[in-house]
């Protein structure tokens, strides 16, 4: 099977950069997405890491460790609007996709 | 822009009724989900579908079935509604792909009650 886990809450300062950790247990692995859920809204894809290292979306920054089960959102230049949840998640196989129990990030101004 | 629409918000329904939700996209996608969501628990996968007429279960299928007659469409059935049920339900759909790596889009949400 598979499980991913977070942090439950994370809260950090406007203009601070917060790192969002996620650790994984699969039975096969494929691959690492991120998803941002505000309040009331629908989850939207941020980004997705095949292969170990960093990738760099604007001021949102995903990594991953295939040999550490490891991954993180890093959020730089915190802005107010990034309060929401953040939910880690992997391909299982042939279309299914686990999901992380998700993180709620506050920012504080 | 991919949209992906359910067809009510909120819900209101009370035990033993059976209750549908519908979800619709507009991308031609091949694969649809349906999830529910509870604090503490992230989203959970109830069933997915690969295919029109195909069907897979996900992780908490139990007390749920599912349609899906047409590529866009993919309904969500509770054949007899119990409180445990109460839950926010997201639909979601990605195009095909090996692995499941595909981008998911999700709809905005069913907010259900059952009393």
């Known amino acids: 099977g598979q499980s991913l886990e977070q942090p439950s809450e994370v809260t950090a300062v406007e203009g601070a950069i917060v790192q969002i950790n996620c650790t994984y247990q699969?039975?096969?692995?494929?691959?690492l997405s991120w998803y941002q859920q505000h309040d009331g809204g629908a989850p939207t894809f941020l980004s997705y890491?095949?292969?170990?290292g960093l990738e760099e979306t604007g001021r949102f920054s995903s990594f991953l460790s295939r040999s550490d089960s490891y991954g993180y959102l890093l959020l730089q230049e915190l802005q107010m609007k990034d309060s929401a949840s953040y939910f880690c998640?992997?391909?299982?196989?042939?279309?299914?996709?686990?999901f992380g129990t998700g993180t709620k990030l506050q920012v504080i101004p | 822009d991919v949209k992906v629409t359910q067809s009510s918000r909120y819900l209101v329904k009370r035990t033993g009724e059976k209750v549908f939700l519908e979800c619709v996209q507009d991308?031609?996608?091949?694969?649809m989900f349906w999830y529910r969501q509870d604090p503490g628990l992230g989203l959970r996968l109830i069933y997915f579908?690969?295919?029109?007429?195909?069907?897979e279960k996900g992780d908490i299928p139990e007390g749920y079935s599912v349609s899906r007659e047409k590529k866009e469409r993919f309904s969500l059935i509770l054949e007899s509604a119990s409180t445990n049920q109460t839950s926010m339900y997201l639909c979601?759909?990605?195009?095909?792909?090996?692995?499941?790596?595909?981008?998911?889009?999700f709809g905005p949400g069913t907010r259900l009650l059952v009393l």
């Open positions: 979601a759909s990605s195009s095909a792909g090996q692995r499941g790596e595909e981008t998911q889009y």
């Open positions: 699969t039975s096969g692995f494929y691959g």
């Open positions: 890491n095949a292969l170990d």
């Open positions: 998640a992997t391909p299982g196989g042939y279309q299914k996709v686990t």
């Open positions: 991308m031609d996608h091949e694969n």
């Open positions: 579908s690969y295919d029109v007429k195909m069907k």
